[in-house]
């Protein structure tokens, strides 16, 4: 019998979405069921994640297929992984992650050699910054793209324009 999403399972992270113009890397925490079950970042119909990218690219991101989200974001420098690459955990949110392995984050970015800034995705990603201190590159804390960050789209995105600097220079 097959394991429902919602029960407390090991749950994995996915391989990162960068290149060798890897500008601003964005690191989520782990991606949730609705991620899982697409093989896909920010699959929730309701995370924001590509609707916030749309407004700093002014482009529309949400309705196009996937392969062509990721290439809209690579295009623009723009990279994509997550601090914990597995954990426990029931249904998709982080203060439910027990058990946890975090990603080498200092490896990826030592691969990254035009890399500016990296993103933190809510505040679980952020807790990962400590583990950074010393890099050249800047760091910031985003507030979370998720539905269960429940800030208004707006407010979201007044801080997210944080990025314009890295990624239109």
């Known amino acids: 019998m097959d394991t429902p999403l919602s029960a407390v399972e090991q749950k994995r992270c996915f391989p990162p979405v960068v290149d060798a113009n890897t500008r601003v890397l964005i690191l989520g925490s782990l991606p949730g069921d609705a ?3 697409a093989s896909q970042y920010y699959a929730h119909p309701r995370n924001q994640f590509w609707r916030l990218f749309g407004a700093l690219l002014g482009r ?8 062509d ?21 029931k249904g998709s949110l982080d203060a439910d992650l027990r058990d946890v392995r975090r990603n080498d984050l200092s490896r990826l970015l030592d691969s990254l050699p035009g890399l500016r800034a990296v ?9 990962a910054a400590p583990q950074l201190a010393g890099r050249k590159e800047a760091w910031l804390a985003l507030p979370s793209s998720s539905p269960a960050h429940t800030l208004a789209f707006e407010a979201k995105l007044a801080v997210w324009r944080q990025l314009d600097r890295y990624l239109h220079s």
């Open 35 to 37: 991620s899982l079950a």
């Open 60 to 67: 529309e991101l949400h309705a196009l297929p996937y392969p």
């Open 69 to 89: 989200k990721l290439s809209a974001l690579q295009g623009a420098g723009i990279g994509l992984w997550d601090v914990v690459a597995e954990a426990s955990r």
């Open 119 to 127: 993103a933190f995705n809510g505040a679980t990603a952020a807790k």
